[in-house]
C-alpha cells in the first residue's frame, strides 16, 4: 500500500502562487507515476498533471500548461506541483494521486491506484 498525504493549498489572489506538496510513504519503491487532479464544486475531477518517478516525463492539462509545473524529488518521495498566474478558475480541492502501472492513460483517473485526501486551493478575483 501506498499513503499520500497533500499539502500546501490556502486563500491567494488572482495572479499569484501556490506550491503543492505530495509525500508518499510505505511501498513506494513500486510507484511509477504520480499525478494531480482536481475538482470544482458541481464538476467532476479532472486531470491537472503528472510526472513519472524515475524518468521524470511531465504532462499536463491544456488549462495549466505553462503556469503550473508538476516535479519529483525522489529521495524524499515528495511530488510538487507549483501554480504561478493562478485564475479564479483553479479554485477547487487539489488531489494526489500515484500509480504502480505504466499505463499511457496518464488523465485518466481510473490510472491512478492511490489518492490523497485533497487540498484546498482558493483563488479570489
Known amino acids: 500500500q501506498v499513503q499520500l498525504v497533500e499539502s500546501g493549498g490556502g486563500l491567494v489572489q488572482a495572479g499569484g502562487s501556490l506550491r503543492l506538496s505530495c509525500a508518499a510513504s510505505?511501498?513506494?519503491?513500486?510507484?511509477?507515476?504520480m499525478g494531480w487532479f482536481r475538482q470544482a464544486p458541481g464538476k467532476e475531477r479532472e486531470f491537472v498533471a503528472t510526472?513519472?518517478?524515475?524518468?521524470?516525463?511531465?504532462y499536463y492539462s491544456d488549462s495549466v500548461k505553462g503556469r503550473f509545473t508538476v516535479s519529483r524529488d525522489n529521495a524524499k518521495y515528495t511530488v510538487s506541483l507549483q501554480m504561478n498566474s493562478l485564475k479564479p478558475e483553479d479554485t477547487a480541492v487539489y488531489y494526489c494521486a500515484a500509480t504502480s502501472a505504466s499505463s499511457s492513460s496518464y488523465s485518466s483517473q481510473g490510472s491512478y491506484d492511490y489518492w490523497g485526501q485533497g487540498t484546498q486551493v482558493t483563488v479570489a478575483s
Open positions: 510526472i513519472t518517478v524515475n524518468s521524470g516525463i511531465t
Open positions: 510505505g511501498r513506494t519503491f513500486s510507484i511509477y507515476r
